[in-house]
């Protein structure tokens, strides 16, 4: 039997409802706390990986790309495993790095296609901690539904199926501009600021609460601890230097327009990442609401929704 020359994987990114920022201090890209998150459908990474034989190649939409966290992931791959040189095609259907996780969907998808091309035969529990070694948010998108990423493995760990809670995501695109300080950057200053440690601690307890309320489908306790998560850890990046003010004018309208349909009864609440989008998460029958409400906001650009979806999967060798 001839081995695979070339497998393509899919990959969701995933939206952290109990956020990760900054890390232990030790080897691994290991997170400092735990994390709870979401893996969407809808929005899609596609990456093919053919084994060349010529030296690595990265296309990201089809044009080539130098990008020093791919290679470095292609390398700690291979200080495990033999894989030859690669060619990686790689494409987004959604903005690439303006916060909505490309890096989580992007390595997840990587690592599956690298294992299918080469025969790995990866658990998916391995896939996780190698994705996480690349982006830590990248081993909760091994996996879909309701996602964990906690000690002592830090590798993430299927919660709950999205079709046990089936909540939709409604997102407000505001910019489509790339963001100018990476997560890995802005971590690494954010260990500084005198914020950190209470963050750390204090998301251990949210952490507890937010599982709690998805085992349980409490959407009101999910919504006040995933808002407070959230505001804390863009609180903790304003009290950065240099600041990280990832929020533009439209994500703040959106944040209070999602606040004042709460108030309203409306079952939705906002999280917000690493940039200027807002991703407000409903129960089902909310959802044209929601997107109505969010897309008469000023400077949204465009709406996107999405349900829960599956785990890094290959789709055809
Ligand atoms: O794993 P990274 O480097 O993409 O960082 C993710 C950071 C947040 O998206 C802001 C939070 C999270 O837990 O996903």
């Known amino acids: 039997m001839t081995e695979p020359v070339s497998a393509t994987a899919h990959a969701h990114p995933n939206i952290a409802l109990v956020k990760y920022w900054g890390k232990a201090p030790r080897p691994g890209n290991v997170p400092a706390s735990p994390s709870l998150s979401i893996t969407l459908d809808g929005l ?8 060349t034989g010529r030296e690595d190649t990265v296309y990201l939409d089809d044009r080539p790309v130098a990008d020093a966290k791919i290679a470095a992931c292609l390398d700690n791959l291979r200080r495990r495993f033999d894989i030859p040189p690669v060619e990686v095609r790689t494409r987004n259907d959604f903005p690439t790095a303006a916060g909505l996780a490309s890096s989580a969907s992007g390595f997840a998808a990587l690592v599956t296609a690298v294992d299918a091309a080469c025969a790995l035969g990866l658990s998916a529990a391995v896939r996780s901690d190698l994705a996480r070694q690349a982006s830590a948010s990248a081993a909760r998108s ?3 539904g309701y996602v964990v990423l906690e000690e002592p493995e830090w590798q993430g760990r299927p919660l709950l199926e999205g079709g046990a809670w089936p909540l939709r995501v409604v997102v407000a695109v505001t910019s489509d501009t790339a963001k100018t300080t990476s997560s890995s950057e802005g971590m690494r200053a954010s260990a500084a600021s005198p914020f950190f ?3 750390v601690d204090s ?3 949210d952490f507890a609460a937010a599982r ?6 409490d959407f009101e306790r999910l919504a006040d601890v995933a808002e407070h998560s959230c505001l804390k850890m863009h609180g903790l990046m304003m009290a950065t230097r240099p600041a ?3 929020w533009n004018p439209a994500t703040l309208a959106c944040i209070q327009r999602v606040r004042a349909l709460r108030d309203q009864g409306v079952p939705v609440f906002f999280t917000v990442d690493a940039g200027p989008q807002v991703k407000a998460v409903c129960l089902p029958e909310a959802e044209a609401a929601v997107a109505t409400a969010l897309q008469e906001v000023a400077g949204v650009q465009r709406i996107l929704t999405a349900g829960l979806g599956g785990g890094a999967r290959v789709a055809g060798r």
């Open 44 to 51: 899609t990474t596609t990456t093919t990986v053919t084994l």
């Open 142 to 144: 091994i996996f879909g």
């Open 197 to 199: 440690s209470g963050w």
């Open 203 to 205: 998301t251990r307890d």
């Open 212 to 217: 709690f309320a998805v085992l349980e489908r």
């Open 244 to 246: 990280l003010l990832y």
